[in-house]
């Protein structure tokens, strides 16, 4: 079982709509150990950006699983998708990218222009290794046939054309994977 990640940032200070609150941090950590087990899952891609995507990369670590895919280079990313938000998560992030690297798993895209499909193309990254992963582990007779789990780490509800959880959430949904919501809010 294959988990590709995608889920909600940490909210920013002045959020109209709280999509995940700083408070939550400890449950959706939580809540994503108990389904990493659950599915007895064998890899985690994901990113690399405060909220969803570190809390999903620091439990895989623990569970020996995991590959990360940047939409650009590690000092600008940590700049506009780990430091810019409430919680100390540049020292997770420098450590879980580290230990990632090392361990030969991170994969940085190409520069683009435009941050939004900077992010898309990171999603559709996301999706791409862990198919391949899933291919790979099938025909090398893996355990049982490996399949791709789409984790969506959110409110469930999308801020229009221009929300990129969204977005993977509906292409994980075109490629036939299984989807699974992991809430951002409540108990």
Do not use: H
Not at 38 to 60: I, K, P
Request: negative net charge; charged residues 30%; glycine residues 12%.
């Amino acid at each position: 079982m294959i988990i590709a990640l995608a889920g909600r940032r940490i909210d920013s200070p002045d959020a109209d709509t709280p999509r995940f609150p700083e408070a939550s941090r400890g449950a959706v950590r939580d809540r994503l150990r108990e389904l990493f087990g659950t599915l007895g899952a064998t890899a985690l891609v994901g990113s690399g950006a405060c909220g969803a995507d570190l809390l999903a990369m620091d439990v895989s670590g623990e569970l020996g699983m995991r590959r990360m895919v940047l939409p650009f280079e590690p000092g600008r990313f940590r700049e506009t998708s780990v430091e810019d938000r409430p919680g100390d998560w540049g020292p997770l992030f420098k450590r879980i990218l580290a230990e990632v690297a090392d361990e030969g798993g991170v994969r940085i895209l190409p520069e683009v222009d435009d941050p939004s499909a900077a992010y898309t193309a990171a999603n559709t990254a996301i999706l791409n290794d862990a198919q391949r992963i899933s291919e790979a582990e099938r025909s090398a007779g893996v355990g049982d046939p490996s399949e791709v789990v789409a984790v969506i780490v959110w409110d469930g509800v999308s801020r229009g054309e221009e929300d990129v959880t969204a977005d993977f959430a509906r292409e994980a949904k075109g490629r036939g994977f299984r989807v699974i919501e992991v809430p951002t809010t409540g108990d």
